[in-house]
């Protein structure tokens, strides 16, 4: 799947998880309905902006409510962010119930959006209407497990609904089978219904029977809502929804939306509370609701980093403190972890090569099987950065004016990215090995990087891409 903002994102069966900012939607956030309804759309766009910053690939738009001109909303709103390049670099989602307010969305957003979403609640007919007009406008599609009897909420249902919705998308619309995206129920868990108790189940089974069986298309949902039962209680919720994605990212689920404020890291997940959350989750024992019900509320209300308790990992070795603050993305003490590992070392470079990239490779190790998300590993690198920029003047400290240079390299981050923390480490790590570096910086566009290689006859070129 291609979709784009000022920014192509391209999703393949090699790609992460997609994480969708959930938090300008009306319906979820009671900050931006007040700041739609007040018409402060510049702090509004904060929150949009808040999102990208922290990770978000793609942003979901919902201006869905009673009180306000919706049309009007998504309309103005899409404008003000196409002014915004940081905002408007990634993806739009845009979210309604009313085709009105997403054909008027569809006409004014840049690039090659979302459409959240269509089913067959109102029939055939009406839902080949609405994708003929959407393939129209060039977007990809949201399809929720939804037909004239209602709600898909067990594995058969959302099987077939997803099957039929498929073969008339693909069949009769032509629709390119790339650009949907199948959002098969996430329904609460824990509920103490009986009917209720495969909720989760039922969805990660779905999910990949659909991958396996519908070439090319794409799997998402709404995350928080499988810990729905559990509001007022984030210890809880964080961690279910953070198991949740854990399995269901496992069986083809590559789309999300979700607040990255309310993940835990799995592996940091206490070994009690998970065995009762994975109870409940793949319901394997009949008795899980209830015990999970009496466990949480031993937890609620628990601080995680501000109580004491919570600091004890100042007390590990360096190493340790080192990898654990990369994970959590913990930059209080980074500086001062720096300077430890620097005067234990020859060369301020070995922190680098050493204890920092320790602690990374172990974010990558995590990223890679789904227990960390896109969100934590931003806050990850924006610690490695932290303690690179206060080594850094060390490292060139120790450079001899009169050592002849290996050779000269050209780094750059090209233009459609702005992430640049892979980059600055190697480029540190050739300098303090006697390589000239020149960095140009993020967002180069490439006619620049093949000019300025010729002109300064660079030996290599590395490049995020």
Not at 139 to 152: K, N, R
Request: glycine content about 8%; charged content about 25%; hydrophobic content about 45%.
């Amino acid at each position: 799947m291609k979709l784009s903002g000022l920014e192509p994102l391209l999703i393949t069966p090699e790609s992460n998880f997609i994480n969708v900012g959930e938090r300008t939607n009306v319906a979820g956030s009671r900050k931006f309905l007040r700041l739609i309804k007040e018409e402060k759309y510049e702090e509004a766009l904060a929150i949009a902006r808040h999102q990208v910053d922290g990770g978000a690939q793609i942003i979901d738009i919902n201006m869905d409510d009673g009180l306000i001109d919706g049309k009007k909303a998504m309309v103005r709103f899409l404008n003000l962010i196409a002014a915004e390049p940081d905002i408007a670099r990634v993806p739009i989602m845009i979210d309604s119930s009313k085709w009105e307010i997403i054909e008027a969305g569809l006409q004014v957003v840049q690039g090659k959006a979302v459409v959240n979403s269509i089913s067959l609640k109102e029939g055939e007919e009406n839902f080949i209407w609405e994708a003929t007009q959407i393939k129209r406008y060039g977007a990809a599609v949201v399809v929720m497990a939804f037909d004239e009897v209602g709600q898909a909420d067990t594995f058969q249902r959302r099987i077939e609904i997803a099957e039929r919705s498929y073969r008339i998308l693909v069949d009769k619309v032509k629709f390119p089978s790339e650009d949907i995206i199948f959002d098969l129920n996430i329904f609460p868990v824990a509920t103490g219904m009986e009917e209720h108790r495969r909720n989760a189940i039922d969805f990660i089974e779905a999910t990949r029977w659909v991958r396996q069986n519908l070439p090319n298309v794409s799997v998402s949902g709404g995350v928080s809502n499988v810990s729905f039962s559990f509001r007022g209680n984030n210890t809880v919720r964080e961690a279910m929804h953070s198991v949740f994605l854990y399995y269901a990212i496992q069986a083809g689920m590559n789309i999300g939306i979700v607040n990255p404020a309310m993940l835990e890291v799995y592996d940091d997940i206490p070994p009690a509370l998970l065995e009762h959350i994975e109870d409940v989750i793949l319901d394997r024992r009949d008795d899980a609701t209830e015990r999970l019900l009496d466990f949480a509320e031993t937890v609620k209300g628990k601080k995680k980093e501000e109580d004491g308790k919570a600091l004890a990992w100042r007390e590990l070795p360096l190493q340790e403190r080192i990898t654990h603050a990369l994970v959590k993305g913990i930059d209080t003490y980074i500086i001062e972890d720096a300077e430890e590992a620097r005067l234990s070392v020859s060369a301020p470079i070995a922190v680098i090569e050493g204890h920092l990239m320790i602690g990374m490779n172990v974010v990558g190790d995590l990223f890679g099987v789904g227990k960390m998300f896109l969100p934590q590993v931003v806050k990850s690198a924006r610690v490695m950065k932290k303690a690179v920029g206060y080594l850094n003047p060390f490292i060139e400290a120790t450079k001899s004016a009169s050592q002849k240079a290996l050779g000269r390299i050209l780094m750059a981050t090209v233009k459609g990215d702005v992430h640049d923390i892979g980059k600055n480490i190697v480029s540190v790590v050739l300098g303090c090995n006697n390589y000239e570096i020149i960095d140009l910086g993020v967002m180069v566009p490439p006619e620049k990087i093949i000019a300025t290689a010729k002109e300064q006859n660079v030996d290599a070129i590395g490049s995020v891409v």
